[in-house]
């Protein structure tokens, strides 16, 4: 009788711990309404379709390069040169908006130069076997020097966002709608559509997972690995314009404040930094209860030095979660 | 591969095979010290005028970031890493410059060693959360470093406090000859006070030890976690030191972190510790910090964007890195 119970409990336990393994969108979704809830009674009212926009709003941005980190991450990478990237790729836009092509060209052109970058990035990790950390931390430092030369050779020292981006950085449609989920839904669309149903996703978890098995079992992982490095340097670009947009500024380090908060999104999200478990779904997620939870934290007072200490306790106290229950060391 | 390969007898009994073997143990450090003398000559060619006034600006200025890539060094031998020293630095900094505003000296000493004990403490805390929540040691110092840069900020909002004028002393001018900066003896001294000693004692060789190779080190019965939990504290002391040398340096304290984490790992690597850990010593970063400095030194004199300084700094750290391992690839097929 009481055995039986006991093994009750036992199940109990373990689908729980199941479903944190396998589906830690579901708790990360209860975490992100308990959390808003809390911000509801701290400020009553406060929360409205107007309020959400703003939230997602300001959590686009940091929900793209935080794609970057869940990508490089499930192959047991990291892109710390995203934030480089990014204020590259809005303050060259800027500079390029009154050159012969428009503003087509501009976002064309950044574009194209963030994804070179990524291809060096790429080359360096894939080929040279270059710690990812290092690789990226050292494109970053060429970034912003190349980024930093560019403005002191350009005309137009970067006063210029182009409409169009203010537009989709900051607008609102329909009377709550943010405009930037024009580019944040195909964005996600890609990455999860990619991860879940292509072969390339399969092999970016399979390197993760365990390397030596996929290059024995015929993958090449350079391949792979120089791709994904460019997509994450393009989505680095993408995260820059609506960053630049959503801001109305262009400068070479507007990007570098969300570097870690990109890489705590994803490893909130239920994303490994040792590679092969995670997905973009809770990364998404982890960026939103990022944003609701600073948000929380000016609602209730607390000054920013406050807000930093809460801020990385809480990352450390839902990594030490996951590591609990998947058992993962 | 080849030295194990040739005869025992055969080791040792030629004075120059025995050079030739403690060169290939040596060759990254080796690569690096022509690196510098190459970049040390190059300076004085491009810039004639270049003297003992400039070596003691360069000693000065490598200070902070050459304590902070000592503190990386550690914590990454032990097969570890620690993005929050930059905070770590901030907040030792500005307690330290907070409590020796406008006291004696006297008090100044009492302050300094309390805030060494702070940055044990520091460091303790970060390996504490390690080793006890088992979360990968980036996620969790990435994490503290929030957590020290927000008490950095508590400590004061703005820059300002002060410095007891021995510790700033401590950092500028020369000693002995005016070739010798005084700030590069404070440094080794401080560093070989501390890091003989540890590599010498059974500490030190656990460290080496699980970060070489966890799983064997911890079947050798050496206790994985309480070692991993010391080498954290270690790096805060390392960390602590840099914070005092910020605030000797400037005479104030500054509670924005400065782009000393980063660059420390920069320099570690640089400098021949292996980032997967069990490898390389603190002397190699050292260097390292001495040729990305010397590196943007050489671009002011050759007036050029201090921009492109940035860029060849970065070049330079992926260029010795990917020689590295290509050369490790090369080593491991043939």
Redo the contacts between chains.
Sequence with gaps: MSAAVTVDRWRGAEAWRGLFRDRPIIPLVGLLSVLIVIIDIVDPGIVSPGWANIIVRTTVPLAILAGCQTITMLTGG?D?SVGAVASMTGFVTATLVHSPGGVPQAILVSLVVAMLAGLVTGI?VGV????P???T??????V???A??WQ?QSVQTGAGVPDVLTMLGSATLLGFVPASLLVLVPVVLVILVGLRRTGYGRLLFAIGDNPVATRLSGARAWQVLIVLYVFSALLAGIGGLLLSGLTNTASVTLADSLV?PS??AA?IGGT???GGRGGYGGTLVGALILSVLTALLTAVGLP??????V???I??VV??A???VTG?? | MSATAAPIEGTGSRPADAIAAWARRNAWMLSLLALLVGLLVFTKLIQPRYGPIPVQGLGTSILPLALAAVAQAVIVISGG?DLSIGSMMALTSVVAASLMDNQSDATGVAVVVGVLALGLVLGGINGA?VVG????D???T??????W??????VR?SPGGGAASWLQGLAVGSLGNEWIPRAAVVLIVVVSVIWFPLVRSRLGLSMYAIGSNRLAAFRSGVPVGRTKFLAYAITGLFAALGGLSLTASTGIGTPIPGPYT?LS??AV?LGGVS?AGGRGGVFGPIVGVVVLQLIQTDMSFLSL?S?????????I??GV??VG??IE?RRSRG
Excluded: K
């Design positions: 990291i710390l360096g040279f076997r270059v710690h950390l290092i690789m931390l050292g494109m970053s430092f060429v912003l020097g190349l930093n030369v002191l870690l890489v705590a490893v490994s930094i040792l920013e030095p406050t807000r930093q200490i801020f990385g306790a990352i450390v990594a030490a996951y590591t609990r993962e060391t | 890493i959360v929540t088992r979360v990968p980036i996620v969790v990435l994490a503290m470093s929030f957590v840069a927000g008490f950095a900020l508590l909002s980063l790992v920069a690597v980032l964007d921009n492109l300084a940035l860029v060849a700094q970065g070049v750290l992926i890195v990917m391992s290509v690839l």
